[in-house]
């Protein structure tokens, strides 16, 4: 059993910056993918980046590409998120969650999941 937690989500105003990280504890992350997801009231989980196991291969969503980055420490067994350029429509809880495929950004393809951490972006 792999446990996520994620950390970091905050309340910023448009054109801020944030950075969120997603600890691991459990299985070894170095076998899984990591992806980050966001969910806004009333609307479905949608992904938003996702990077391979070595941390060689990301996929980004189209709405984040050129603004965000996800990247990876194996050896502090954490994830990051660093969000630039943040617009209200980021506003969402943010989960990250972990996946045995390369690096996939459906949420059905995760395994794993984390709490989620809130982030507020003020118009």
């Known amino acids: 059993q792999m446990q996520l937690v994620e950390s970091g989500g905050e309340l910023v105003q448009t054109g801020g910056s944030l950075r969120l990280s997603c600890a691991a504890s459990g299985l070894t992350l170095d076998y899984y993918a990591i992806g980050w997801f966001r969910q806004a009231p009333g609307k479905e989980r949608e992904g938003v980046a996702s990077i391979s196991a070595t941390g060689e291969s990301t996929n980004y969503a189209d709405s984040v590409k050129g603004r965000f980055t996800i990247s990876r420490d194996n050896a502090k067994k954490t994830v990051y998120l660093a969000m630039n350029s943040l617009k209200p429509e980021d506003t969402g809880v943010y989960y990250c969650?972990?996946?045995?495929?390369?690096?996939?950004?459906?949420?059905?393809?995760?395994?794993?999941w984390g709490q989620g951490t809130q982030v507020t972006v003020s118009s």
């Open positions: 969650a972990a996946s045995t495929l390369r690096f996939p950004l459906d949420v059905a393809d995760f395994e794993y």
